[in-house]
């Protein structure tokens, strides 16, 4: 099992501000199948990314990712009211597929 | 506009049973897999479970292997997770995902969840 773990545990960023989000795998994520989720509390998950560096539809352009291998990142820029959430990687390449255990953006 | 709407969650003791659906619109059910990914109170997302496709490749966590099971109704573009030999830790709420490829593929849209509790 790839153990996927996130780093910082908390960011306390300010509206405008920007920063990185990193997620390290204990492996090599096969064929670099790493995504990104945003999640706020009582709703649904939300892909940002896939494909470590590819953005879902609809997402702004403020998110990025990259890396591959074990190491990965997710960029936020100009971080917007509504961005304030927790986000997880996910390693979609291998069974059993397994998520980090999170970095909770808050409004510092 | 693609729509998953979870149902079957509730509470059940410890030992039971459950199991969930979730009825899906908005695109063609029979060409993407699906899978179901679980929140503890207070944790962070745990994966559980995904099917591809044509429902004939299934993968489960280690948690719940031998006890759930993941399967589908293509007819009825519906989702399904049998759930036995509950535990307190399985206490959650669960979502289902459309992924974006037939087996292999990020999890692009979600549903709102449905509340397991398996009380101690």
């Known amino acids: 099992e790839i153990v996927l773990t996130q780093s910082p545990g908390t960011l306390s960023l300010s509206p405008g501000e920007g920063d990185t989000l990193s997620c390290r795998a204990s492996q090599s994520v096969s064929n670099n199948y790493l995504a990104w989720y945003q999640h706020k509390s009582g709703q649904a998950p939300r892909l940002l990314i896939y494909?470590?560096?590819s953005r879902a539809p609809g997402i702004p352009d403020r998110f990025s990712g990259s890396g591959s291998g074990t190491d990965f990142t997710l960029t936020i820029n100009r971080l917007e009211p509504e961005d304030f959430a927790v986000y997880y990687c996910?390693?979609?390449?291998?069974?059993?597929?397994?998520f980090g255990q999170g970095t909770k953006v808050e409004i510092k | 506009e693609v729509q998953l709407l979870e149902s079957g969650g509730g509470l059940v003791q410890p030992g039971g049973s459950l199991r969930l659906s979730c009825a899906t619109s908005?695109?063609?059910?029979?060409?993407?897999?699906m899978t179901w990914v679980r929140q503890a109170p207070g944790k962070g997302l745990e994966w559980v479970s995904v099917i591809s496709a044509g429902g004939g490749t299934t993968y489960y966590a280690d948690s719940v292997k031998g006890r759930f099971t993941i399967s589908r109704d293509n007819s009825k573009n519906t989702l399904y997770l049998q759930m036995n030999s509950l535990r307190v830790e399985d206490t959650a709420v669960y979502y289902c995902?459309?992924?974006?490829?037939?087996?292999?593929?990020?999890?692009?849209?979600w549903g709102q969840g449905t509340l397991v509790t398996v009380p101690s």
């Open positions: 996910q390693q979609y390449g291998s069974s059993p597929r397994t």
């Open positions: 908005g695109f063609t059910f029979t060409t993407y897999a």
């Open positions: 995902a459309k992924d974006r490829e037939r087996l292999v593929g990020a999890s692009e849209y």
């Open positions: 494909g470590a560096s």
